[in-house]
């Protein structure tokens, strides 16, 4: 089957660091580009962070840029976003999730995870 | 980089149509055809239902289908079904100093 399973989320204090994971099963995770999406409480998809099929490039949303750190192991079929200097707008459900092009680094994300709650709060 | 715009709400009867749109710039809708659709059941995990403009991936009905004019991206859900009533929302590649960027959803309520 077919699968991501996100972990590490969890209550913060602003300006603290956290590390979410992501674990894939079921396809052949160094084939894909992989990207991070998260949902604040009562608000729409955000677009975080991509990370292309070998971590040779990433990108992120201008919103986390300089404190998100993206990254993967493909040895370990395994997402990674390091998040730094939390602020309490960085609360929201986080997803992993895969692309569903081989060649393309952000065609459409065709597996999601079920998400990490991350709560950032004094 | 602004979310792309969506009506917050859209509802029809069983059995109608009802198209989304999603209205965006010519940096992002306008100018590359990675437009994207996912249907968000509250508490599930997002589902993809259109890539690339118009396709779908495999086991999404045709009765969901995909448009692209200029700047505007459009999500049309024919025969509407009562498991068809979730929130809806686009993306599309941006360029590669901002990669991506999602609307802000579509409420649909089938009637």
């Known amino acids: 089957e077919v699968q991501l399973v996100e972990s590490g989320g969890g209550l913060v204090q602003p300006g603290r660091s956290l590390r979410l994971s992501c674990a894939a099963s079921g396809f052949i995770f160094k084939d894909y580009a992989m990207h991070w999406v998260r949902q604040a409480p009562g608000e729409g998809l955000e677009w975080v962070s991509t990370i292309n099929w070998n971590g040779g490039r990433m990108d992120y949303a201008g919103s986390v840029k300089g404190r998100f750190t993206i990254s993967r192991d493909n040895a370990k079929n395994s997402l990674y976003l390091q998040m730094n200097g939390l602020r309490t707008d960085d609360t929201a459900l986080y997803y992993c999730?895969?692309?569903?092009?081989?060649?393309?680094?952000?065609?459409?994300?065709?597996?999601w995870g079920q998400g990490t709650m991350v709560t950032v709060s004094s | 980089q602004s979310a792309l715009t969506q009506s917050p709400s859209a509802s029809g009867s069983p059995g109608q149509s009802v198209t989304i749109s999603c209205t965006g710039t010519s940096s992002d809708v306008g100018a590359y055809n990675y437009v994207s659709w996912y249907q968000h059941h509250p508490g599930k995990a997002p589902k993809l239902m259109i890539y690339e403009v118009n396709k779908r991936p495999s086991g999404v009905p045709d009765r969901f289908s995909g448009s692209k004019s200029g700047n505007t991206a459009s999500l049309t859900v024919s025969g509407l079904q009562a498991e068809d009533e979730a929130d809806y929302y686009c993306s599309s590649y941006a360029g590669s100093n901002n990669l991506g960027v999602f609307g802000g959803g579509t409420k649909l309520t089938v009637l």
């Open positions: 999730a895969k692309d569903i092009s081989k060649t393309a680094w952000f065609d459409g994300f065709d597996i």
